[in-house]
């Protein structure tokens, strides 16, 4: 779950819109109260945090943040019309993990969110396991019935996704989009290709990705 507090609602609710189009669970603030109150109930991966806000500035909230050792490791990065170097600096050194100046676009922003999760998934949880089919995150590597697979990038990135989701049902468009971008223009056809070479490089586990009529693919295999 990603928080972001924002007290502009039409630039809320476009970044809410659009993260929740590619995939990702959102919740947007429009200041610092309704957050506090959410982070007692639950705490996110990812907090998406802007500076200038009625009442607690996002600078404080953050402050608050990290001298909590509650919330002290949720990642922040900080979204907001301050872009001199001096505004930059003074929030990485109060603890933000990365800094994004407005305007920004939205395939940027979704990058940055993208890359800072990955950094922050627990040590615990490198390695997914569904029958014979066996992926290590941390080692990027993929292997069947204790073989190793050789993948290329967007076939490993595309089998991570499925898996990751495992039971989700996924468009060819949204998949296009995760894996390659909006500046990627090949087609969904494209999806299709990868998908029916992953399952031959997969052998017997091939089948684990699923068709599903009229939307896309689905991961379907059972859990060891």
């Known amino acids: 779950m990603i928080y972001y507090v924002e007290d502009d609602e039409s630039i809320r609710e476009l970044v809410v819109y659009t993260l929740r189009q590619m995939g990702m669970e959102i919740r947007g603030f429009a200041e610092a ?3 506090h109150a ?18 607690e500035d996002g600078l404080s909230i953050l402050r608050g ?26 929030g990485l050194d109060h603890g933000a993990d990365d800094y994004i100046a407005k305007p920004f676009g939205m395939a940027e922003l979704a990058a940055r969110v993208r ?12 390695q997914l396991l569904f029958g014979a089919l066996v992926m290590d995150r941390r080692a990027h590597s993929v292997s069947v019935q204790g073989e190793k697979v050789s993948l290329t990038l967007k076939e490993y990135e595309l089998l991570r996704i499925l898996m990751e989701n495992a039971g989700t049902a996924f468009t060819r468009e949204h998949l296009l989009e995760r894996i390659w971008d909006y500046a990627y223009d090949g087609g969904t056809r494209t999806v299709d290709v990868h998908v029916q070479t992953l399952r031959a490089k997969l052998g017997p586990c091939g089948d684990m990705i699923e068709t599903v009529r009229g939307v896309g693919y689905r991961f379907g295999g059972g859990r060891a």
């Open 33 to 35: 109260d309704a957050f």
């Open 115 to 126: 890359a800072r999760l990955r950094r922050s998934k627990p040590a615990g949880e490198d």
């Open 65 to 90: 943040l990290r001298g909590n050792p509650a919330t002290a490791d949720v990642p922040v990065i900080l979204i907001t019309a301050k872009d001199t170097e001096y505004d930059v600096v003074k």
């Open 38 to 55: 959410a982070m007692k109930e639950a705490l996110p991966e990812l907090v998406l945090l802007d500076i200038m806000l009625p009442g």
